[in-house]
Structures are given as structure tokens and as C-alpha cells.
């Protein structure tokens, strides 16, 4: 088997998003299995009746949680079967496999993993909207009716919006330097990840996003090829790209384009992360411009949740990172590092992860697993707040971590508060594309953070729902009109339509 990771966007939703308000907790018993390791598994039984009970019985004595048992063939000295049964990872999945070779009987004809199997031919394709049955379509949709629309957006440029996909279409652009985490894949191997991205945009916000992976890690080649393509697009969505050359990238190609410039890795989960905090402060009865809060990882996302932590109104904050505590007279630290030591740690507090959580309220993770003992907690304040959003592997163990902490949310499906990008980026472009903005702002950022946050109503919220599921139907209408509202009402923010409003008009 190849191991596959998922990250936040895409992995399933069957914790936090499928849990009830109020549902209790429990550690997982055993292995934890998931969608993204399913296989299955084309055996022969002989005709003994009960070979399908012990090949039910083989999984479960595994670890694995059978799903379907669909007979391929039956014949009068036997049955052809297809076993589809789900695992913890792929190790998991291969002892599954054993434990049916030795089910006596029973002969192991073919084994295929599900998740490879749904990426056979990439999961995206390009459909016309428009019907091309008669000569008279072509002739509108194509030549020569379509030179009339060509010359009309030559003297109005500006509709180029209305008329065409651009008014809907986002470009999905990464080199791949930084995939999930499994760091530098390269941009063929990014792919798989930039295509679920844009089946995301498609499920959740209706956009048409369209993966573009650069066989480039310069700064300046990425930046111009964006600029190139950027007509054709109404947003661009950065993804996966390392830091600290993310930032750059990002800031270069907001100066330049008149569409918004957003890099997920950073704002999205900066806004999911910040609504979080805001239901899960209402929980603890505390406020946000009084609590201590504690940043690992001063990465793309650690530098965005930050910026966004103090646009709220945060005022005690300090990051580690792997240098320690990040202060401005730490000579190690880059030139990013040091300009987020600066806005946060004017004391010049000095000291490894555990301890800065003396005494603070607030913990978000947003850097590698295990690099905090859980009984680190124990010097955080009462009514505590953990956050390890680290993934595949948290800071912290979120079950123990339960222990210490009166809410805790993290990255992971199999437990309550998945804190997921997905709640966010459709929702954001939605809304950007509905207001025709020309940039993004840290105002709508914080619109849509709060917006998010309001979906949990008073009635629902409790420690182990402070965040809505990613398919709860009210989260993208509600981020979209929140950050369109907010578009429209900042000055040169949005585009100006003119020109053949009343020729669509009916």
C-alpha cells in the first residue's frame, strides 16, 4: 500500500462535522478508522455457509471496520466477493489483508485502494453550460456570434466579468514546496491536492476553480506567470507554497492584479482558528483582548493567525517556534520571525514551549506533532483553551488533553471542533466573486470570521461544538454575504460595471 495523508480541506468531516451539539467525548477504542484507507479486497470463499461470518470476523479481530460485502459471482461450490472494510492507515490495511489470507477457506484474489481508485484520471473535468445542439448555438456560442461579445469587452474591458467564466473562476496555483505536510513534493505530485481544492470550491461554493502547479520555486517566475494568467481568473488561490516565500509571492501579487490574492494556507485557517477561539472564549466566559494566548509554529499559517488574532483586538500573545520563545533580540531569527517577535513579545520573554503556557488561557498549534507533553497543560490557566491543529499529527494528544483543557478543537475528523479551511475559503470567494472585488482585506477576513462564528447559535454551543460542520448548508451563504457586504462597503475595493448591462438585461 502507499501511504496517502489528507489535510484539513479534505479530510472527512465524520467528527466535529457529524457529532451533535452536546454529544459526549470518549478516547478512541482501538485503531480509528477512516474513508481515506479503505480498500477492497476480491476473495473466493468456499461453499461453507458460515466463511462469510469468519470473513467479517477476520477484519473486525484486526482492527478494521467492515463497510460492504457485495457478491461478485456465486456459483454451487462457493462465492466471489467484494470486501470493502476501512483502516487506520496503510500498515493497518496490510494487516487486514494478512488476517483474511489466513481465513481457512478462503483465497485473496485482488486487493485495490479506494482512495487511488477515485483519483484515476484526475476527479475533475470541463462541461459547457450552455446547450450546443443546432446551428444556431454554434453560431451564438461560438463564430460568428461570439465576435460581437469580443468587440464589446475590447471597448468595456471592465465587463469582461459578467461575460465570460472570469466572473466565476478561481486559479488553485502552488509549486508545491510545501503539500499538506509532507513538505516538498514538487508540482506533479501537488496535483492530487490542487484538484481536490477546486472540487472543494465546486461542491460547497459553486465557483470553477482550475489547479495551476509551477515547475518553479522562484519568486519571480511565479509571480509573473500568475500575473500572465490572472485575466482569465476572478481570484487566485495560493496553495501549499513554503514559507517564508509564501509571503512574498502573496504581497507581490496584491500590488500587481486587480483580482484578490488569497493564500489559504495562511487566511483560511487564520479564520477558521479566530471563530473557533471567539465560541470557545464565549464557552469559558472569557474575552478575547484579556486572555494569554500561545502561538507555535511561526509559519504560514502561525504568522496569519496571529495578524488576525491582534486585528480582533488580541493583546497578549507570544509564538514559539523552533528557536524558542520568538523575541526581537534573538539574533537566529529570519527576518519574518522577527517582525512577529516584534508585534507580540515586547517583554523579550525567553523560554521554550511549555514555558510560555504559564498561566495563559489560550493554546494554538499550528506547527508539528508532539512537541508538547500534555502534562505541559497543567501550567495553563483555569478554564483553558487548546488548540492543536497540527496535522496529520497534533501538538498534543486531544484526548488527553481533554484532561486539562475545558475546550479543546483540533484538525482531526474523529473528534469534536475540527477546525477545517473548508469552512472557510468557498464561503470567502463566494462572496468576493459576488461583490467583484478587486482585493481582500483584513476587514473581510474578520467578517468572515465572524460570520462563521455566529452559525453556532446560543441554544447549540457547549466544549464540544463551537464550530459548525463543514456541510452544515448555512456556513457558505453566511461567510459570502458577510465578506460581499464588507467588500462593498470599503472604498475602490470593488470593480465598476458599465458598458452591456442593458443588452443581458430581460
Not at 484515476?120 to 460568428?144: C, H
Not at 512574498?248 to 471563530?275: C, Y
Request: charged letters at 20%; a negative charge; one cysteine or more.
Amino acid at each position: 500500500m502507499v501511504p496517502v495523508s489528507t489535510d484539513t480541506d479534505t479530510a472527512p468531516a465524520t467528527g466535529s462535522g457529524d457529532s451533535s451539539p452536546g454529544d459526549p467525548v470518549t478516547a478512541p477504542r482501538g485503531p480509528v478508522t477512516s474513508a481515506s484507507y479503505s480498500i477492497t479486497v476480491r476473495l473466493t470463499a468456499d461453499g461453507d455457509p458460515a466463511s462469510i461470518g469468519r470473513i467479517a470476523t477476520a477484519v473486525g479481530t484486526a482492527g478494521g471496520a467492515v463497510t460492504a460485502i457485495d457478491v461478485v459471482e456465486s456459483r454451487s461450490d462457493g462465492l466471489t466477493v467484494d470486501v470493502t472494510c476501512s483502516a487506520a492507515d496503510a500498515a493497518h490495511s496490510e494487516e487486514m489483508v494478512a488476517a483474511l489470507r489466513a481465513v481457512p477457506g478462503v483465497t485473496v484474489r485482488k486487493v485495490s485502494d479506494r482512495t487511488f481508485l477515485l483519483h484515476l484520471g484526475g476527479k475533475l473535468e470541463v462541461a459547457s453550460k450552455v446547450p450546443l445542439r443546432t446551428r444556431d448555438d454554434l453560431s451564438m456560442a461560438y463564430t460568428p456570434g461570439v465576435a460581437r461579445v469580443c468587440l464589446a469587452l475590447a471597448e468595456h474591458p471592465e465587463d469582461v466579468r459578467r461575460l465570460t467564466i472570469k466572473g466565476n473562476t478561481v486559479a488553485v496555483v502552488t509549486d508545491g514546496s510545501a503539500v499538506l505536510g509532507l513538505g516538498d513534493l514538487g508540482p506533479g505530485a501537488a496535483m492530487p491536492v490542487m484538484e481536490g481544492k477546486a472540487a472543494l470550491f465546486k461542491r460547497f461554493a459553486d465557483i470553477d476553480a482550475w489547479p495551476i502547479c509551477l515547475d518553479t520555486q522562484d519568486v519571480d517566475e511565479i509571480v509573473r506567470t500568475v500575473e500572465l494568467i490572472a485575466p482569465g481568473f476572478g481570484g487566485i488561490n495560493l496553495e501549499d507554497i513554503a514559507a517564508p516565500r509564501c509571503f512574498e509571492i502573496e504581497k507581490r501579487l496584491r500590488d500587481k492584479l486587480d483580482i484578490p490574492v488569497f493564500h489559504d494556507d495562511q487566511h483560511g485557517t487564520a479564520i477558521v482558528a479566530l471563530a473557533a477561539l471567539r465560541n470557545a472564549l464565549r464557552v469559558v466566559d472569557k474575552s478575547l483582548p484579556d486572555v494569554r494566548i500561545v502561538v507555535a509554529g511561526a509559519g504560514a499559517a502561525g504568522t496569519a493567525i496571529v495578524h488576525l488574532l491582534l486585528e480582533a483586538g488580541a493583546q497578549h500573545v507570544l509564538v514559539w517556534d523552533r528557536e524558542g520563545i520568538l523575541s526581537p533580540d534573538d539574533d537566529r531569527l529570519t527576518p519574518a520571525k522577527r517582525a512577529l517577535a516584534e508585534r507580540t513579545n515586547t517583554g523579550k520573554v525567553r523560554g521554550e514551549l511549555p514555558d510560555a503556557l504559564d498561566g495563559a488561557d489560550v493554546f494554538i498549534g499550528v506547527s508539528a506533532g508532539n512537541v508538547l507533553p500534555v502534562e505541559a497543560l497543567t501550567r495553563m490557566a483555569e478554564g483553558a483553551v487548546v488548540f492543536p491543529m497540527a496535522n496529520p499529527t497534533p501538538e498534543v494528544d486531544p484526548v488527553r488533553a481533554r484532561q486539562h483543557a475545558v475546550v479543546v478543537a483540533s484538525g482531526r475528523s474523529d473528534l469534536p471542533n475540527q477546525i477545517n479551511n473548508v469552512l472557510a475559503f468557498p464561503g470567502v470567494f463566494r462572496g468576493l466573486l459576488d461583490a467583484r472585488a478587486t482585493e481582500i482585506s483584513d476587514g473581510m477576513l474578520l467578517a468572515a470570521a465572524d460570520a462563521l462564528a455566529a452559525i453556532v447559535r446560543d441554544d447549540q454551543l457547549n466544549a464540544n461544538y463551537i464550530i459548525p460542520s463543514v456541510f452544515d448548508p448555512a456556513v457558505t451563504p453566511a461567510v459570502a454575504a458577510a465578506v460581499a457586504d464588507q467588500a462593498r462597503t470599503e472604498p475602490g475595493a470593488t470593480a465598476e460595471v458599465s458598458g452591456v448591462e442593458s443588452l443581458t438585461a430581460l
